[in-house]
């Protein structure tokens, strides 16, 4: 089965709507949710959406979202996002980020109190289409264990950074040899996961996602990934009054209260240098790279993705559907309606 962009966008839409969420949240949701299918991050697309529907339901999801901006001066912010979507709260995060950026060459905006927001590339992919570069950064569930540790205790803390130039150049990744999500994904497949993923609760190799799950992930690069994961968890915790370690919840698992934190940077290129000449060389320093072989930069296998989701349709494998199918069933949705063969 198979659906197309347009027609994840309305389904997503139709079924917030129905549960009581504002128009304007049911269209971020619904724009972050196919972006992340689109780029081939199906386990923050469609594949994460009922984790969102479970949240409504046990009230950790908020739908009177309303954010409250705690600390401000001209380049800095703190948000409370009162348990808001996850999506809702990081766009107004990140246009906030943006919009300090363009006054003052900087703006850095630090949340709390949110929830899973999809992919962390869709926020600092708003900051390029502003022309100026984006840096987003979360942390999660513990997930990963320290290097000499069997014990997880730090998220797969997920980093993106996007440049504005005329090609797409972005970078969107765990710190964590894979995200959770995509664990998550394997086992509603009912798919082992890899070779180097991740360690079971005993610390040992494993190939099964729910073993994985008990156990930790394995940062990503090894000691490098478990450094930089570590820092993100400062960065994303403690700095922005949010959960850290221990204290993170509710990015997994949708009946706990979300307590992570994330942090939107974003950086005016025009500040520092023309912006013209600032992407007539990036453009350049692109054609440098493409010149010595057949190589890619940050960005180009997302392109690829999104250009072949769209002329063939997003998949949507049998248990997905079943899942689906149940929550289109509750709202008197026809599920069929939105998908194709």
Known sequence: ?????????????????????????????????????????????????????IGIEHG????????????????????NGNSGFGQAVAYKAMKLAIEKAKEVGIGCVGVHNSNHFGVTGFYSDLAIRDGVIGLVLANTEPAIAPIGAKDKLIGTNPIALGVPSDTYIALDMATSATARGKILESKRKGLDIPDGWALDKDGKPTNDPDAALEGSILPFGGVKGYLIAFMI??????LVNAGWGFGVTGTADPTQDCTKGDLYVAIDPSKFVDPEQFKEETEAFCAQVRSTGDTFI????????????????????????????????????????YLEE
């Open 298 to 337: 940050p960005g180009d296998l997302e392109t690829k993705r999104v250009a072949e989701a769209e002329a063939n349709g997003i998949q949507i494998d049998e248990k997905l559907y079943e899942q689906l199918n149940e929550i289109c069933s509750n709202l008197d949705i026809d599920l069929d309606s």
């Open 233 to 238: 968890e400062i960065l994303t915790g403690p």
């Open 60 to 79: 950790t999801i908020n739908l009177e979202d309303n954010i409250t901006i705690e600390r401000e001066t001209p380049a800095i912010a703190l948000i």
């Open 1 to 53: 089965m198979k659906i197309t962009k347009d027609n994840e966008i309305a389904l997503v839409e139709e079924i917030l709507k129905k549960l009581g969420a504002s128009e304007e949240d049911s269209e971020l949701v619904a724009e972050a949710t196919v972006d992340a299918d689109l780029k081939g991050f199906t386990s923050h697309g469609l594949g994460r959406f009922p984790q969102y529907i």
